[in-house]
């Protein structure tokens, strides 16, 4: 499985493809990855579903939330997100036909 550098800022996404696993660390509390899920993969209306491990790390480090963002090039809008610590997966609807979708992954201190 290969390890993939992630953008700190919605306008650097990773783009990602349909079936696609990678690793990737948050390296501190701070540090924000965005992913970009391209127009081309939804249908509309379309929902996606997105899974996610912690590759052995144990719950006390690896607490996170999972976003899910509509951008309009100025405004991140989340469409729905999720904090946890364990594997787990995050649903959403795509609902505008050719749209990207973003996740957007950090770590969770309230969690």
Known sequence: MAQIEVADTIAGAT???EGQV???DL??????DYYKLPGTL???????????GLGGQNASS??????VISYDGTTETVLTSKSTAV????QASASVAGKAYYLKVEKDQAY
């Open 15 to 17: 783009e990602l493809t």
């Open 42 to 52: 939804f249908a509309v209306p379309s929902a996606m579903d997105v899974n996610f």
């Open 22 to 24: 990678f690793t990737n």
């Open 62 to 67: 690896s607490a996170f939330k999972i976003s």
């Open 87 to 90: 594997a787990t997966s995050i």
């Open 27 to 32: 390296y501190n509390s701070g540090d924000v």
